[in-house]
């Protein structure tokens, strides 16, 4: 494992806007939501796969099959995405691990063909990271080599690895006809997306 590139779902925000229970195990298409984002990782591209869960911790790993992800619980996800980001950047570096593929909690419609294209994409020595976009759109899954960890470490608030690209080399993948980047952030946009 030792080297290799995991896979990272932030899921750990409380979905202020999701009335109506937790919004990791909604329902979408029959399964709970946080186990759409797991299941995009599922390629042999990834040495490992981590969740970071915060908010309703017990009840998501008690409600939803996980699989071989590891749990990372984020003690201070009341701060924003960044605490979630460091912790999963931390787990995989305290792994051996040299880059992290980051993907959303609550984007059900990612596609595992768009992960192997980004980690395809991994050039070390040339770029920090790698981003998929959509029509020319930036959006997940987004790559993060260990050349970015420490940056990754000094986020704070609500600001995730958008807030690091301007400033690091980045190659953007086209990933195109390989599912979705849709946020489902109300039960509104989860009804959309499981329509459409």
Known sequence: ??????????AAGAGSRFTGGVKQLAAFRGRP???H??????????AAR???LGAEADAIVAGADLGDARV???AGWEEGLSASLRAGVAAASAAGLHAVVIVLGD????ATAAVDRVVAARAPERFDAVRATYAGVPGHPTLLESS???AVSALRGDAGARELLPSIRVQQVACDGLGRPDDADTPADLARLAAG
């Open 148 to 150: 970015t960890f420490a």
């Open 72 to 74: 990372v619980r984020c």
């Open 107 to 110: 984007q059900p419609l990612l």
């Open 1 to 10: 494992m030792s080297g290799g590139v995991a896979g990272l779902v932030l």
């Open 33 to 35: 939501l946080v186990e």
């Open 37 to 46: 984002a797991v299941s995009v990782l599922a390629t042999p591209a990834l």
């Open 50 to 52: 981590f969740v970071v």
